[in-house]
């Protein structure tokens, strides 16, 4: 399959450079929408290793942790990429070479304004369903809107 376009979605956060990474980072159990999940219950909370190789993963409520994603790259406070490692079935996938990624940029334009660019790329990887996934990544409901609600908690 020929390689999809991306999907690029870009915000500006009236924060340091710092504290948008911290909080898209770090922070992010106050901003990702507790529906967007994977695990077998309702999710407790989410979380992101702070290292290159981490885990990315969900905490549930009956106790169980279920992976996610891996931090491929951890750049604090300039970027971060992961490997988005759900299926086009919404299961996780163990093979990184089968896996969509993620990365984040953060860049200053001023003393409390940072612009944060997300690219989610590599959709190709996931066959015949990967327009259908592409899709949805690029709707309202999933980075778009997320990053809203990460604006919201970045600029409290």
Same mark, same amino acid.
């Given at each position: #399959?020929?390689?999809?376009e ?6 500006? %956060?009236?924060?340091? !450079?710092?504290?948008a990474?911290?909080? $898209?980072? /770090? ?7 507790? /529906? =967007? =999940?994977?695990?077998?219950?309702? #999710?407790?909370? *989410? +979380? ?7 885990r990315? &993963? /969900? ?8 992976d996610?994603?891996? %931090?491929l790259?951890? @750049?604090?406070? %300039?970027? +971060?990429? $992961?490997?988005? !490692? ?5 299961? &996780?996938?163990? @093979?990184?070479?089968?896996? /969509?990624?993620v990365?984040?940029? $953060?860049?200053? +334009? ?6 944060v660019?997300?690219?989610h790329?590599? $959709?190709?990887? +996931?066959?015949e369903?990967a327009?259908f %996934?592409?899709a949805?990544?690029?709707s309202?409901?999933?980075? !778009?809107g #997320?990053?809203e609600?990460y604006r *919201? !908690?970045?600029?409290?």
């Amino acid at each position: #399959m020929n390689p999809l376009e991306p999907v690029r979605k870009s915000i500006v %956060v009236k924060a340091s !450079q710092e504290k948008a990474f911290r909080v $898209f980072t /770090t922070g992010i159990d106050s901003w990702w929408p507790r /529906t =967007h =999940h994977i695990g077998k219950s309702p #999710m407790k909370r *989410v +979380l992101i290793a702070e290292h290159t190789g981490g885990r990315c &993963y /969900t905490e549930q409520e009956d106790g169980s942790e279920c992976d996610w994603g891996t %931090v491929l790259a951890w @750049e604090p406070p %300039v970027r +971060l990429a $992961f490997a988005w !490692q759900v299926t086009a079935k919404w299961e &996780y996938e163990p @093979e990184l070479s089968r896996c /969509t990624e993620v990365e984040v940029r $953060f860049t200053v +334009l001023g003393e409390r304004l940072t612009r944060v660019d997300l690219e989610h790329r590599g $959709f190709e990887r +996931l066959g015949e369903a990967a327009p259908f %996934v592409r899709a949805g990544f690029d709707s309202l409901n999933a980075w !778009q809107g #997320m990053l809203e609600g990460y604006r *919201v !908690q970045t600029e409290e």
